[in-house]
């Protein structure tokens, strides 16, 4: 496949004053990792809607990454949102979803009643030994969760799941699921979402626990990842596996009580995938810029042509202004600012931005851009996820505004 990597810009690209030795030194590590590792990789699974192998999430492993916001003292690297969106972005620039696999560790799937089990969890987890699927979207409910209808019955120690879910990211592949069930209906007067709490569902990487079938999605992007349909009769989970919290990524409802304490982990998701949007369009400037170079028209570089020159600029300057913007919101985050607005507000408009750069992409590539030997189409089906998965665009906007004015 044609590479326009020897173009792309050396680092640090990290703005004062959260720059600092050891974050560039993170971000050339991550950087050469996506180049060299993970790039060639994509190239081959992503026509083939291949799910990314295990030795890549090793050696992402080996370097901490799972545990980067996990405390050092459980085993992680005790560092920040700020550092897992900086490695993140550079992940995605070479496949988006090996942005998001990162999302999978950093103590997803530790919240356990148990400290002493937690704490052994969160080892797992910051050592790449502990990958998740999350299951809480269903066929009627998507953005609006408060509308999951999988129910969980207590039977004696132990509960008992029901239901249909579909979008579970990674759900063969990993150690576990966690499931958002209803273990009761709301009492009058009482939130929508009173009454769902999530499940840790154990399981073997490549099989499906007794009870749950599932076939995979056939999506039009984000491969690496097989995403699945999941039908759920009668999985057991013990009282044991009932979680305190859920590390999720939707929050429509997020402000209604029963979701109150999952906001943070709202909050970070929605800035990690504004850092993934980021990478996923710099792919997209990239390979546009190499090819304004190399193509050739009317005798001289296409890139020689004014309007393309500046459509590239408006490209570039879009990218700088998103990431700028994500560096910030992660810096709140990790101040321990609450940031929901400004984590929505981030999420629309670096996704948004996403799907406008790596369409401008696709163009200035001409008819060379819509084929399947450039990298530019993958850009491109990625990008137009980012809008939908993780909350639409409707929903951070629904978000933002009824912080703005009374809710409608
Ligand atoms: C590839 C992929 C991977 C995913 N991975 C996971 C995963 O791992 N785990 C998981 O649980 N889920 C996952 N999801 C689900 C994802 O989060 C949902 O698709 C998303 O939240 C939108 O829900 P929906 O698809 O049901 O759309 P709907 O909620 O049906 O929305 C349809 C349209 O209506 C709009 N809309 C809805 N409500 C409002 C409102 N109040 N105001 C204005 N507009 C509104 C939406 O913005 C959208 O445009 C994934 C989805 C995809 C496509």
Known sequence: ?????????????????????????????????????????????????????????????????????????????????????????????????????????????????????????????????????????????????????????REGDEWVLTGTKRWAGFALAADFIEVLARTRDPEPGESRSAGLEPFLVLKQPGSFPAGMTGHAIDKIGYHGFLTWHLELDGVRVPESDRLTGLYGDQGADADSGGFASVQRGLNIARVHTAARAVGVARAAVEDTWAYLQEREQFGQPIGEFQALRFALADMAAEVAQARAFWQQVAHLLDLGEGAESESAQVKLLATEMAVRVTNQAMQLHGGNGYTTERRVERYWRDARLTTIFEGTSEIQRRIISDRMLPKA
């Open 1 to 153: 496949m044609p590479s326009s990597l020897k173009l792309e810009p050396q680092p640090p690209e990290l703005f004062s004053p959260w720059r600092t030795d050891a974050r560039v030194a993170l971000q050339i590590d991550a950087r050469e990792f996506a180049r060299e590792v993970v790039m060639p990789i994509a190239d081959e699974l992503d026509p083939q809607k291949g799910e990314m192998p295990r030795s890549l999430i090793e050696q992402m492993a080996e370097r901490g990454w799972f545990g980067i916001t996990i405390p050092s003292e459980h085993g992680g690297m005790g560092l920040g949102v700020f550092e897992y969106c900086l490695v993140s972005e550079e992940l995605a620039r070479a496949w988006l979803s090996v942005g998001s696999i990162l999302a999978r560790g950093q103590g997803l799937g530790t919240q356990t009643i148990d400290d002493a089990r937690r704490l052994q969890l969160m080892r797992k987890s910051a050592q790449g030994k502990w990958i998740g699927s999350i299951a809480l979207s269903e066929p009627t409910a998507g953005s609006d969760l408060a509308g999951v209808e999988t129910r969980a019955v």
